[in-house]
Structure formats: structure tokens, C-alpha cells
């Protein structure tokens, strides 16, 4: 079951929009292939972003995954938690596993991603 | 495993205590010894290195030992690592204190054994590859990756063609390939195979061009089989103006069979801890040394082993050559490892070495014919195999939800060290089996039986798969918790041990 | 069939099982026309033939000269132990340790060595080893770049020419530059790092410095400015690396005192036998926030499904094999029974022996330099050292031959290591080790004092037997 209010990438990110504020994580799905999450390397404060641009990287204990951009805009914020436990990107991808905060700089970009019907069949036939 | 049973140690530091190292290993200093030293430049405190008796720390090493699983112990079928029996006159070899003993800094005239040693030794292997010349210097196969894509990228410079940055590499290579090429200043293009598991040629056909420097293949591949298409590959290769480098992982497969340089290759690296079976040492030292075409001799790394007209040798001076590409390494390379290498080609000759691989693929072939006969595991791609096979648990999985991971924690139960698995990346669930020629028709046999009685279980008693292994010295491990918050370093706050059966 | 199993029979079993007549129709799929041609070898040689032919060889290397020669590889007294468990086919014989279940051993013996290097170093990362103290010091300087991100380094020249040189090579890949620091040319600070000029070239504001590296002790055995090359890099926003030599850190400051960064260096006087060359140990040691830079190996220690303490490779996702061409390295092997050597050589010394090792050896070392001086050779430059330092000998190439034919390893010729440098040419580069004997160094003085003209110094019956036993050879 994936959340009906985010929209999605084709890598597996997802993106909820408030007022111009985008957050941005991984869904369910890229956590359960990568395994057990150790490590997310997230850019700074300031950063500018580049829809479907690497802005990250996530490290599990056996893999590793580039971060890409649902959308463009600012770097608000990254989720300092993670560095501490980077696990509840696993256990809460949607909520407490948020990774950054963006300011979106167009937001006619979300019409390029998938809805959750659309994310659903790409998971479906992986 | 061993006859007491294994024993988990605590560390060398738990067992230190003061004044517990006699000291008696060489005569003690004046007491003055350091005075003429300033202050600024002294410790102030000692490091707090443990303090033990040899007969302790020869326990703590002894047992210790006995928790691992080495060629000596038993089977060890790791894929694309030919885990061989590692002869013993060799260990003798490289211990002869002529050998063992020498000083890298020593004049040539005191060092001809070695040097004349080492030039025969690049001699052997440029013959057994038909390449023109070697160089010995690289310390391990992917510094070796790294010496020849450096090689090939000083060939197109003094050629002037600074336009080719990229280097194609098929998505079922070894990682080291694509590091490789990124160290070199290169950008990998990745080339999907083909379904039968070879090059895909079209691909590489369209992605060849003037930018291309060189393709990186391991030949046979990773997959175990031998590019039927090489020749188009290459002659593909050296049309688009690029070099073709072989990554001799390999070898075993195709001694006194197929000779890369001969065949078209420009350059390649040998593994001489894989081929020619000097120890793997726990993951290390090995040696990589590398083979050229005659056009790439002027840029091997410096100083080359020269032999003079009187028949002395000697190294290459510093500015002899100037277009070489340089040191990759400190002095002339693994001389204690290369000396192991050379006695092996020597025990050999031509006619063992080729018996060498054609008994391994003949064991590989005969392996995987009983898996196929067996049924549990897919074999994915059409026989005959070269030196090793892949075998797939996808199936497995999706009837009894036991992972390739499983099977192989489970083996350990059986007495074997597990395969090579989850590699290469193109092949789901993967097991990549290598016998190699140093194992009994028997050993094969119980293997074989070993896999089926796992398949068995999977189907019955899952459980008892998924949480192997049960009889090695430790279970799972919290790989997780490592990675997070990593504990590289022993202070005195380490968690305690819980030592099984005691230890001292 | 040399060391393989199988007899006829065993092959026909097996190519009946396959339904084949000959195992010539496994290699079918080599395209014709790269088949090879039979190799051209040498035929194998029996166990007893391989053995008389490597004794031959090995006996046309002359190990029995009173050997001086130091230059980042040191004999020193080798306890049977380390050897002893190095032969244990457990360890020697094992793979990496990606089973870590069956690979404890492997594991906790590296982990140790780990530990041990950190507390010899002062820095908490170390990884499980590099190539050699070549290559761990290029690898250093790569680390710099990345994590300041900046894309040149400064290395001075005091640090060994063979480090530079590999760390030229990996930086040719790496589209990265570097500048040497000179060292100063007279007085008193003679032979060490250039201070005023490291300052200018760190103030070049062109030329942002990721890197600042320095030895200790140098090239030239002189005790370096540690702590002042390390503040001047770290004010112009640079890191510190410190290439050390791992014997002298029993009792010499360590890298974490002087605030390096990074700590690389030549591990091969832990234990392992000089071998002429390799293989070797590249020690590479860093402090935490560096941890996701420092390529190769690391092994942590965890637990396992039951509880009980384990160790198993950690922090796995930066190596090669999954980062592939994003990796910091493509570093596989390591070194991993040299460092066990290493480990196993510390344990053996335990912190009296390993500080006793360095204090004989500086000990012989002022011997070696009041006698030498006495000879006629006095020392090139006049700050401290520890166990090695450079002579001045008129005609040093020629003279160091003559030596040779005396039985003696008069040292490196700075002419050799440094050839580039003309204010070195008549220096011969030596040390001492607790394995040098007083007769050694009396021989080579007698010797030196004979081949300058110097007059003749007293004679002992112990250097008058060996130059008897030298005319004899």
C-alpha cells in the first residue's frame, strides 16, 4: 500500500508538496531492495537541485543507490536523524525516513511524475 | 573443523597484563639511547600495546586459525577467485633467505638471483599469453587493471589523440574493471550482454567510436564461458582506432589453449593468486602482473629487469625510459609472491600447465552437469562451461522463499566453503561455482549431493536453511549494526566476549 | 597432473558423465583460428630438480654483506614465532573473508592489527592495509582531494622519491596536480621541509591546496617540523598527511599529536623480511570524519545471531564491487598476511620490545655516526635522527663500489635516490637497525677510512677475521 497524497519517480523516490515546500524520500519498495540502510549522504542547505538530477546517495549494508530529485528547487533542510539512525528509513519511509526539504522552484514539474496508481504497475512488474 | 572444536578468542589485548612479555628478543638499549633526541619530537606516553607470554599469543594465533576455512581445510569452490591447492615447495621457495633476505635497495651485482628470476618469470608469462613483454611490478590484479589502462592511456597521448575518455565495459564485469577505468580518468560506458550471457556485438558495434580508448573483457567472462565472438570483437575494436584489454582472472580455463596476445588482445593482467596458485593469504598479497603488445612496451611502469649481452641483469635506470608511465608501486613488485609463481610454471612446464586447465574445465563441466541432472538449481546458460559455471537459486526462491544467501550459510553445514553468490550482478539469485583441477571426483560428487540435500530442505524445512549456518564457530551476523555504528578499533569499553568452551 | 587428483580414470568417469570422447571437445568453442600453438617452456621440473634450481638462484644473491641499507626498508630481528603462525594453512591458504562465519580468524587477527595501528598512530580508522607505504601514501593524497574537494596537493622532499613518483602516477588518472616543497638548503633546519616555502605556496590563492604531506622521520632520516608543516596547512584550509615509518612511532610522537589528518607509511618493518621488494604493507590510518574516504578494507567488530562477540568487512558499500565506477578506489587484495605479520610482530615485541627495537637502533645509529665521522665521513646535515642519516664521501658513487667489493652495503647513494638533486651527489644514505653489529660497524669504518686515505684506525681481531673471510670469497 503506498500513500495516495505522493507523488513519484521511475527511481523510486517520492515527493509530498505543501504549499511550496517539497519533502522528498524513498518509497517502501527501494528500501526493502536495498536492504538494511546504513548511511544517506544528503547536500547541504542552499544546494540547488535539478529535477531528476542526483542529489544524494544511500548506502545499505550490500548496496548503494544515487538519491534523484522528483523535483528542482533550494535545499531546505536535510533530516539530520538519519546520520544517527539511518534504520527508519527502512521501518518509515514515508514519514519519520523523510530525507530532504526543498523549496520547489516550478511546480508544474509534478505533472512529470508518476501518480500511485502509475507507481503501483512500475512496482508491479519489477 | 579441528579436533578440539573451534574456540572464539578474546583479543590480543585482553590478554595482555604488565611485565608479561619477557623481554628478551634482542639486548636492551642504553639507557641514554633516545637523549640526543628533542622533547618536541618524543612521545610522551607509551602505546598501550598488549603485553603478552609467547605461549599466550601463540594460543591466541592457533586458535584463532581454527575458526577459518582455507584450501587446506577443505573445499573452497569460490567462482572467478581459483581457490587451487597451494604447493608447499613454494612456501620453502620464497623463504630461502637468498630470496627472503635481499634489501631492494641492493646493487644488482649482489641481487642476480632475483633479477634473473624475475626476468624468466616475465619471459614465462609473456609466452603462456603471447604477449611481447610483461611487467611484474603491480601488486595485486586491480592495481595490474589500473598499470594497464594507464598504459593504454599514454599510447593514444603520444599518438595525439586526446579525444578517446571513454572505455567500454560489459555489465557483467568484475567492479574492479569500472574503478579501474574511473582511477585512470576514464568514463565507463556499461554494455548490457547479450541473453546467451556473451558480448552483445551490436551493442558494442554502436557504442565504439573515436572516443573509445579501450574495452575492458574478462575472457572466458564472469559468467564462465568463452566469448564464441571474439575475434569479430576485436577486429571491432581495433577498426574504431581503441585497444582491447583482457582482464586474465581467468586464466585457469584457458592454458596452452588460447594466448590473449596472440588472439588480438593489446594488454592484460594476470592474477598470479588465481592462476598460478600462490596463496590467497586471507585476502592478500597477491600480485598482477600485466602483459603488453609490442606498440605498449614503451610505456610499461619503470624500472624494467634488463639482461645484459654478458648475460648479467640489472634494473632499468631512473630516465632510461622516458615514456614509461612511471611507478605504480614502491621497487620492482611482490618478489616474495612473483618467487612462488615462478617455481609453479616451473613444476609445470607447458604440458602440466595445460593439463592444469583442461582438468578444470573438465571438473567444471562435470559439476555442472550434475547440477543440471540434479534439477534443484537452474543452470542459466548452455553448456559447455569453461572453468566455471553459474548456477541460479531464483527458482528456489520463489517455491520455498530460501535465498541463494541461504543455500549457501547452509553449505557450511555440509563442510564446504560456499561459492561465489549474488555475482555477477546479470544473474538473479547467482551462484558462480569454480572446482578448480586440485579436487577429488569424490569431493565433486559430495558437493553435488550437498546442493540437492539443501534443495531438499528448502522445501521442508525452510528454517533450518534461512537461519544456517549452525555448526561454524559463530552464526549470522549483525551486519547492519557494523555498518552504522562502526567499531574499527579495540578500546578497553568493547563489549566482553562470550568464549565458547574457554580458552586459556 | 603436478598437484591435481586425477587419475585416467577419474577422466574418463568424467567425460562419460558428459557424454564427450575427449576433453578437446570442451575447448571447441574457441574459434579456430585463435587457437593456440603449444607453449614454449621449459619442461617441468621434478620437486628435487625445482629445488636445486631455486637454491642455485637464491645463492647468487649475496645476503651476507654488512648490510647499511635502509631508505624505508629495515632489517630487523624477525622472532620465529611470526613465521610459524604465517605457515598455518588456515591463514595463509584462506580467501577474503566474505564468509565471515568461517572466517574469523582472518577477521579478528586483521581487527587486531586495526587496533594495533591505531594505537601506534594515534588515529582511530585504519584500514585493513594497502599495497605498500607507496601507494598508501598516494592513496592519502587522493583522500585530501576528495573529501576538501579541491584538486592539488603539496608533498615536500622529504617524503620518500618513491612515494612521489606513485603518487604522480595515481594522480596522472586522477586529473589531479602536485608541487614538492624543497627542503631547506643550510643550517641548522638543513634537509628538512622548507617552512617560509610551504607558506607561500599554501598562500597561492590560485592554487587552493587540498593536502599537505610530510615524513617522519624524512628521507634523510632528520626529525621533521611536525606539528608546524601540520598548523600552516590546516590555517590554509588543507589536510595533513603524515608518512611515517611505523617502528619509530614506539617512540617518537604520532601522527595524532601533531594533528595529522592522515597517517600513511611502509609497514614492512613490522616483521616482514625485505624480499627485495614486496610483498609489503601500506598502512593508511585516518580519523573518524574521514571514515567514508579511506579506501580498502575495514573490519568491525559486531555480534552474531546468538549474541556473541564477531568481527565481519564493514562499511562494505565503498569498495569496488558495488560502488564499481563511483568506488574511492578499485583496491581488492590487500595485504592481509603481511599485516597479520605485522600484528603478530607487535604482540611478539609487546610496547618495551618495540620501543627497545628503536632505542637499540639509535643507539647503534650514534655509534655508526661518531665512527663513520671518525673514518672521514661526517654527517651531511646536522639535525637530530633516529636510526639513519646521510654521510658526505667525496666520490660517493665510486667509493660505495669499492665498499661493495669489500663486503660492505655502504647505504643508498643519494645520487641514486634522488638524482635530479646535485647538492645530494655525495651523500650515501645509511642506518642502523638493533641487528647491526659493532663489527659490522667497524668494518665499515676501517674500510671507509682505507678507501679515503684516511690513517688507520686500530684494527680488532673480529674486523681483521672478517676482512680475511672477505678475501676469501
Same mark, same amino acid.
Given at each position: 500500500m503506498i500513500p495516495s497524497d505522493l507523488r513519484y519517480t521511475k527511481e523510486h523516490e517520492w515527493v509530498r508538496v505543501e504549499g511550496d515546500v517539497a519533502t522528498v524520500g524513498i518509497t517502501q519498495h527501494a528500501a526493502d531492495q536495498l536492504g538494511d540502510i546504513v548511511f544517506v549522504e544528503l547536500p547541504e542547505p542552499g544546494k540547488r537541485l535539478e529535477q531528476f538530477a542526483t542529489f544524494g546517495v544511500v548506502e545499505s549494508v550490500k548496496a548503494v543507490s544515487d538519491l534523484f530529485a522528483p523535483v528542482a528547487g533550494e535545499v531546505l533542510e536535510g533530516?539530520?536523524?538519519?546520520?544517527?539512525?539511518?534504520?527508519?528509513?527502512?521501518?518509515d519511509p514515508y514519514g519519520a525516513g523523510w530525507m530532504l526539504r526543498v523549496r520547489l522552484s516550478d511546480p508544474a514539474q509534478l505533472g512529470q511524475l508518476l501518480d500511485p496508481a502509475a507507481y503501483e504497475a512500475l512496482t508491479a512488474e519489477g | 573443523m579441528s579436533v578440539t572444536g573451534p574456540k572464539l578468542q578474546p583479543t590480543i589485548f585482553e590478554l595482555s597484563g604488565p611485565g608479561r612479555a619477557a623481554g628478551h628478543r634482542i639486548p636492551e638499549p642504553p639507557a641514554d639511547a633516545l637523549d640526543r633526541l628533542p622533547a618536541y619530537a618524543l612521545r610522551t606516553s607509551p602505546p598501550a600495546l598488549p603485553e603478552v607470554d609467547e605461549a599466550s599469543l601463540v594460543r591466541h594465533y592457533v586458535n584463532l586459525s581454527q575458526l577459518n576455512w582455507g584450501v587446506d581445510t577443505g573445499f573452497y569452490p569460490l567462482g572467478s577467485c581459483t581457490m587451487k591447492y597451494n604447493p608447499k615447495v613454494n612456501e620453502w621457495a620464497a623463504r630461502l633467505p637468498g630470496f627472503a633476505g635481499l634489501h631492494p635497495f641492493a646493487p644488482d651485482e649482489t641481487a642476480q638471483g632475483t633479477l634473473e628470476l624475475l626476468w624468466e618469470l616475465e619471459r614465462d608469462l609473456a609466452e603462456i599469453s603471447g604477449m611481447d613483454a610483461v611487467t611484474l611490478q603491480p601488486a595485486a590484479g586491480a592495481q595490474g587493471e589500473l598499470t594497464g589502462i594507464l598504459v593504454v592511456r599514454a599510447y593514444h597521448r603520444a599518438r595525439g589523440d586526446l579525444e578517446r575518455t571513454e572505455v567500454l565495459i560489459p555489465d557483467s564485469a568484475h567492479g574492479t574493471n569500472p574503478a579501474t577505468a574511473s582511477m585512470a580518468g576514464f568514463r565507463t560506458v556499461n554494455i548490457t550482454s547479450a541473453p546467451d550471457g556473451g558480448v552483445d556485438l551490436e551493442a558494442f558495434r554502436t557504442a565504439l567510436g573515436p572516443r573509445t580508448?579501450?574495452?575492458?573483457?574478462?575472457?572466458?567472462?564472469?559468467?564462465?564461458?568463452?566469448?564464441?565472438?571474439?575475434?569479430?570483437?576485436?577486429?571491432m575494436v581495433h577498426a574504431a582506432g581503441a585497444l582491447a584489454y583482457m582482464d586474465g582472472a581467468n586464466l585457469n580455463a584457458i592454458l596452452g589453449r588460447f594466448r590473449p596476445g596472440e588472439a588480438g588482445f593489446d594488454v592484460m593482467h594476470f592474477n598470479v593468486h588465481k592462476t598460478f596458485g600462490t596463496p590467497h593469504g586471507g585476502g592478500g598479497p597477491g600480485a598482477g602482473p600485466v602483459g603488453v603488445r609490442a606498440p605498449l612496451i614503451?610505456?610499461?611502469?619503470?624500472?624494467?629487469?634488463?639482461?645484459?649481452?654478458?648475460?648479467?641483469?640489472?634494473?632499468?635506470?631512473?630516465?632510461?625510459?622516458?615514456?614509461?608511465?612511471?611507478?605504480?608501486?614502491?621497487h620492482v613488485g611482490n618478489v616474495g609472491i612473483l618467487v612462488r609463481a615462478w617455481a609453479y610454471i616451473r613444476a609445470h612446464g607447458a604440458d602440466g600447465l595445460r593439463e592444469v586447465s583442461d582438468d578444470a574445465v573438465l571438473a567444471a563441466n562435470y559439476l555442472r552437469?550434475?547440477?543440471?541432472?540434479?534439477?534443484?538449481?537452474?543452470?542459466?546458460?548452455?553448456?559447455?562451461?569453461?572453468?566455471?559455471?553459474?548456477?541460479?537459486?531464483?527458482?528456489?526462491?520463489?517455491?520455498?522463499?530460501?535465498?541463494?544467501?541461504?543455500?549457501?550459510?547452509?553449505?557450511?553445514?555440509?563442510?564446504?566453503?560456499?561459492?561465489?553468490?549474488?555475482?555477477? $550482478?546479470?544473474?538473479?539469485?547467482?551462484?558462480?561455482?569454480?572446482?578448480?583441477?586440485?579436487?577429488?571426483?569424490?569431493?565433486?560428487?559430495?558437493?553435488?549431493?550437498?546442493?540437492?540435500?539443501?534443495?531438499?530442505?528448502?522445501?521442508?524445512?525452510?528454517?533450518?536453511?534461512?537461519?544456517?549456518? $549452525?555448526?561454524?564457530?559463530?552464526?549470522?551476523?549483525?551486519?547492519?549494526?557494523?555498518?552504522?555504528?562502526?567499531?574499527?578499533?579495540?578500546?578497553?569499553?568493547s563489549p566482553a566476549p562470550e568464549t565458547r568452551g574457554g580458552s586459556h | 597432473?603436478? &598437484?591435481?587428483?586425477?587419475?585416467?580414470?577419474?577422466?574418463?568417469?568424467?567425460?562419460?558423465?558428459?557424454?564427450?570422447?575427449?576433453?578437446?571437445?570442451?575447448?571447441?568453442?574457441?574459434?579456430? @583460428?585463435?587457437?593456440?600453438?603449444?607453449?614454449?617452456?621449459?619442461?617441468?621440473?621434478?620437486?628435487?630438480?625445482?629445488?636445486? #634450481?631455486?637454491?642455485? +638462484?637464491?645463492?647468487?644473491?649475496?645476503?651476507?654483506?654488512?648490510?647499511?641499507?635502509?631508505?624505508?626498508?629495515?632489517?630487523?630481528?624477525?622472532?620465529?614465532?611470526?613465521?610459524?603462525?604465517?605457515?598455518?594453512?588456515?591463514?595463509?591458504?584462506? %580467501?577474503?573473508?566474505?564468509?565471515?562465519?568461517?572466517?574469523?580468524?582472518?577477521?579478528?587477527?586483521?581487527?587486531?592489527?586495526?587496533?594495533?595501528?591505531?594505537?601506534?598512530?594515534?588515529?582511530?580508522?585504519?584500514?585493513?592495509?594497502?599495497?605498500?607505504? *607507496?601507494?598508501?601514501?598516494?592513496?592519502?593524497?587522493?583522500?585530501?582531494?576528495?573529501?576538501t574537494r579541491r584538486e592539488r596537493v603539496l608533498v615536500s622532499r622529504g617524503v620518500h622519491p618513491q612515494s612521489r613518483q606513485t603518487l604522480g602516477t595515481y594522480f596522472v588518472g586522477a586529473n589531479l596536480t602536485f608541487d614538492e616543497v624543497p627542503l631547506v638548503a643550510d643550517g641548522p633546519a638543513a634537509g628538512t621541509t622548507d617552512l617560509?616555502?610551504?607558506?607561500?605556496?599554501?598562500?597561492?590563492?590560485?592554487?587552493?591546496?587540498?593536502?599537505?604531506?610530510?615524513?617522519?622521520?624524512?628521507?634523510?632520516?632528520?626529525?621533521e617540523p611536525m606539528g608546524e608543516i601540520g598548523r600552516l596547512?590546516?590555517?590554509?584550509?588543507?589536510?595533513?598527511?603524515? *608518512? !611515517?615509518?611505523?617502528?619509530?612511532?614506539?617512540?617518537?610522537?604520532?601522527?595524532?599529536?601533531?594533528?595529522?589528518?592522515?597517517? *600513511?607509511?611502509?609497514?614492512?618493518? +613490522?616483521?616482514?623480511?625485505?624480499?627485495?621488494?614486496?610483498? %609489503?604493507?601500506?598502512?593508511?590510518?585516518?580519523?573518524?570524519?574521514?571514515?567514508?574516504?579511506?579506501?580498502?578494507?575495514?573490519?568491525?567488530?559486531?555480534?552474531?545471531?546468538?549474541?556473541?562477540?564477531?568481527? !565481519?568487512?564493514?562499511?562494505?558499500?565503498?569498495?569496488?564491487?558495488?560502488?564499481?565506477?563511483?568506488? @574511492?578506489?578499485?583496491?581488492?587484495?590487500?595485504?592481509?598476511?603481511?599485516?597479520?605479520?605485522? *600484528?603478530? &610482530?607487535?604482540?611478539?615485541?609487546?610496547?618495551?620490545?618495540?620501543?627497545?627495537?628503536?632505542?637499540?637502533?639509535?643507539?647503534?645509529?650514534?655509534?655508526?655516526?661518531?665512527?663513520?665521522?671518525?673514518?672521514?665521513?661526517?654527517?651531511?646535515?646536522?639535525?637530530p635522527y633516529l636510526n639513519?642519516?646521510?654521510?658526505?664521501?667525496?666520490? @660517493?658513487?665510486?667509493?660505495?663500489?669499492?665498499?661493495?667489493? #669489500?663486503?660492505?652495503?655502504?647505504?643508498?647513494?643519494?645520487?641514486?635516490?634522488?638524482?635530479?638533486?646535485?647538492?645530494?651527489?655525495?651523500?650515501?644514505?645509511?642506518c642502523a637497525t638493533e641487528s647491526t653489529t659493532a663489527e659490522e660497524i667497524e668494518l665499515f669504518a676501517w674500510a671507509l677510512r682505507d678507501e679515503l686515505g684516511s690513517m688507520p684506525g686500530v684494527v680488532t681481531p673480529g674486523v681483521a677475521a672478517a676482512v680475511v673471510g672477505e678475501g676469501r670469497r
Open positions: 533530516n539530520a536523524g538519519l546520520a544517527t539512525t539511518p534504520e527508519v528509513v527502512n521501518s | 580508448a579501450a574495452i575492458m573483457i574478462t575472457n572466458p567472462s564472469t559468467l564462465g564461458l568463452f566469448e564464441r565472438h571474439i575475434v569479430e570483437l576485436l577486429e614503451p610505456f610499461l611502469p619503470a624500472p624494467r629487469v634488463l639482461r645484459e649481452p654478458d648475460g648479467t641483469f640489472r634494473l632499468e635506470r631512473p630516465g632510461e625510459r622516458p615514456s614509461s608511465i612511471g611507478r605504480m608501486r614502491g552437469g550434475r547440477l543440471v541432472a540434479d534439477g534443484a538449481f537452474e543452470v542459466p546458460f548452455a553448456g559447455p562451461c569453461a572453468h566455471e559455471f553459474i548456477a541460479s537459486g531464483a527458482g528456489l526462491k520463489r517455491a520455498t522463499g530460501v535465498r541463494t544467501l541461504d543455500v549457501a550459510k547452509r553449505l557450511i553445514d555440509k563442510g564446504y566453503h560456499p561459492p561465489t553468490i549474488y555475482f555477477p $550482478h546479470t544473474v538473479d539469485e547467482a551462484m558462480l561455482i569454480e572446482p578448480t583441477e586440485t579436487e577429488r571426483l569424490e569431493t565433486l560428487d559430495a558437493f553435488a549431493d550437498a546442493l540437492l540435500e539443501i534443495a531438499e530442505e528448502a522445501h521442508e524445512t525452510p528454517e533450518l536453511v534461512t537461519s544456517a549456518p $549452525h555448526s561454524a564457530p559463530v552464526r549470522r551476523l549483525d551486519e547492519a549494526t557494523a555498518a552504522r555504528q562502526p567499531n574499527l578499533r579495540w578500546r578497553a569499553a | 597432473m603436478v &598437484y591435481g587428483p586425477h587419475t585416467p580414470d577419474d577422466r574418463s568417469r568424467m567425460l562419460a558423465a558428459l557424454g564427450i570422447a575427449s576433453v578437446d571437445e570442451l575447448f571447441e568453442v574457441i574459434p579456430p @583460428a585463435v587457437r593456440a600453438r603449444p607453449m614454449r617452456l621449459p619442461p617441468g621440473l621434478t620437486e628435487l630438480d625445482l629445488m636445486a #634450481r631455486l637454491r642455485t +638462484l637464491a645463492g647468487h644473491n649475496r645476503v651476507d654483506l654488512a648490510s647499511f641499507l635502509g631508505a624505508g626498508v629495515y632489517r630487523h630481528h624477525l622472532p620465529p614465532v611470526i613465521d610459524q603462525i604465517l605457515l598455518r594453512g588456515e591463514y595463509y591458504t584462506a %580467501y577474503t573473508p566474505y564468509q565471515p562465519e568461517i572466517s574469523q580468524g582472518t577477521l579478528q587477527t586483521i581487527y587486531e592489527y586495526q587496533s594495533l595501528l591505531a594505537e601506534l598512530t594515534g588515529l582511530d580508522i585504519v584500514s585493513a592495509s594497502h599495497y605498500d607505504g *607507496a601507494t598508501a601514501t598516494a592513496e592519502a593524497a587522493l583522500m585530501t582531494c576528495r573529501a617560509a616555502a610551504l607558506g607561500r605556496l599554501l598562500a597561492d590563492p590560485e592554487r587552493p591546496i587540498g593536502g599537505v604531506i610530510a615524513a617522519q622521520p624524512n628521507l634523510l632520516g632528520l626529525l596547512a590546516h590555517a590554509a584550509g588543507a589536510l595533513f598527511v603524515a *608518512a !611515517v615509518e611505523p617502528v619509530s612511532l614506539a617512540v617518537l610522537a604520532p601522527p595524532s599529536a601533531y594533528e595529522a589528518d592522515i597517517a *600513511a607509511g611502509e609497514g614492512q618493518p +613490522l616483521g616482514i623480511p625485505p624480499q627485495y621488494g614486496g610483498p %609489503y604493507l601500506g598502512i593508511l590510518a585516518c580519523r573518524d570524519s574521514l571514515i567514508r574516504q579511506i579506501p580498502g578494507r575495514l573490519i568491525g567488530m559486531t555480534s552474531d545471531a546468538d549474541g556473541r562477540r564477531a568481527y !565481519v568487512m564493514t562499511m562494505r558499500a565503498r569498495e569496488q564491487d558495488i560502488r564499481r565506477e563511483k568506488a @574511492a578506489s578499485n583496491i581488492c587484495t590487500n595485504q592481509a598476511l603481511c599485516a597479520l605479520a605485522a *600484528a603478530v &610482530y607487535v604482540a611478539a615485541l609487546g610496547p618495551g620490545g618495540l620501543r627497545d627495537v628503536a632505542a637499540t637502533g639509535a643507539a647503534r645509529a650514534t655509534e655508526l655516526e661518531a665512527t663513520l665521522a671518525d673514518a672521514g665521513a661526517p654527517r651531511m646535515h646536522p639535525g639513519e642519516f646521510a654521510i658526505r664521501v667525496p666520490d @660517493a658513487i665510486a667509493v660505495h663500489r669499492r665498499l661493495l667489493h #669489500r663486503g660492505i652495503l655502504a647505504g643508498v647513494p643519494l645520487a641514486e635516490l634522488e638524482p635530479g638533486d646535485p647538492s645530494l651527489a655525495d651523500g650515501l644514505l645509511v
